[in-house]
């Protein structure tokens, strides 16, 4: 009785680390899924930002031309290169953002992967020792039923 209870103690403990490992894969996607939100975040923020650059030159070109000032020389078109500047430079922050985001994504689902293999291994290593046990408690009443042990 003992030797099937240190096998099924093994077992228990496979099932045990096999549910841990499900629970890493179910909290790694979790994690990739609301980081993939952020990303789609910064591509939205990268939209609005050339939205507003577009705007931003059509204001400046039609005031100017309302002025009867050339849009395209002197401090209007000055205007207009510091805001294509400003704009670019808030575009690729967001660009990088995103890219960043993407790289997280693929080291959380590894991160992920590679914790629910250790699980597994570990209940496939329980329940290899289970069955080491119930060996070791057999052998041990073999050995006193043979009466080579006190016992």
Do not use: C, W
């Not at 030797?3 to 680390?17: P, R, V």
């Not at 204001?59 to 031309?65: L, P």
């Not at 205007?79 to 430079?89: E, H, V």
Request: glycine fraction near 10%.
């Amino acid at each position: 009785m003992e030797a099937i209870g240190a096998i099924n103690m093994g077992k228990a403990q496979q099932d045990m680390y096999n549910a841990q490992a499900k629970q890493a894969e179910m909290q790694a996607r979790n994690q990739v899924l609301q980081n993939r939100a952020e990303v789609l975040n910064h591509k939205r923020q990268g939209i609005e930002v050339l939205k507003k650059i577009s705007q931003n030159l059509a204001s400046i070109n039609a005031r100017a031309a309302a002025g009867s000032i050339d849009p395209f020389s002197g401090s209007v078109q000055n205007l207009a290169i510091y805001n294509l500047g400003k704009g670019a430079t808030d575009f690729y922050t967001s660009r990088e953002n995103q890219m960043i985001g993407q790289a997280q994504s693929s080291i959380i689902e590894a991160g992920g992967s590679m914790q629910s293999a250790q699980y597994r291994m570990a209940g496939k290593l329980a329940r290899q020792q289970g069955y080491i046990n119930a060996i070791g408690i057999m052998s041990d009443k073999a050995i006193q039923a043979a009466g080579l042990v006190g016992g």
